[in-house]
Structure formats: C-alpha cells, structure tokens
C-alpha cells in the first residue's frame, strides 16, 4: 500500500523556517518524482516545488524561489522541503505528492499519490 506521510509543520512567526519531511512508501522511491503542493483556505491547491525522479532536477514556484528548497534522501525514501524566511501569505496546509517516472510538473492531476497534508501557519 503506497503511503506518504508529511511533517514538520507547525506555527513560526514571519521570517522563521520550517523544514517539512515526506516519508514515502511507493516500492521504488526513486522512480517516482516528488513534489510539495500547498492550499490555503478558500483558495486552489497549487504548485510550490518538485523534484525529478532520474536527474533531481528542482522545480520552484516564482512565489518561493530563492527562500524554499526542495531535496530528496533516497536512502530514507524522503523528500524535504526547507523553508526560510517565511511569510504570513505562505500559510497552507502543505502536501507531498509522487509521480512516477515524473519530472517535476506543477500540475496536480498528474500525481498519482498523496500525503494528507501538514499544516503551516505563519504569524505576522
């Protein structure tokens, strides 16, 4: 059975960090790509960073470019996801996502497996 499994949210005041951790089981981690996804109430799901499954080509959304990091462990089955210098608008609920033989799409629907989700909250 796959499972992804996130944590390392919480609540951090504006400028702080978080690092976020995805710990997959979906048999051969490393044909998967991996992708962190996030929704803020009343708004979309939408695209914050990926990562390929053959080269570790990194994708990032314009909205976090240069403060968020995404990098995998394929020892441990784990993607993560480092976020400096966070802003009250990067509250959401963050989601990891796989997809297998991917390159690190925005789009949602190509995903085939997801977390159910870690909560972020940053106060102003």
Known sequence: QVQLVESGGGLVQAGGSLRLSCTASVGTFTNYAMGWFRQAPGKEREFVAAISWSRGNKYYAESVKGRFA????N???TVYLQMNSLKPEDTAVYY????RWGQGTVVPASYDYWGQGT???VSS
């Not at 995404?70 to 462990?73: A, E, F, L, V």
């Not at 990891?96 to 997809?99: H, I, K, L």
Request: with cysteine; aromatic share 0%.
């Open 75 to 77: 020892a441990k089955s």
């Open 96 to 99: 990891c996502a796989a997809d």
């Open 119 to 121: 909560q972020v909250t």
């Open 70 to 73: 995404i990098s995998r462990d």
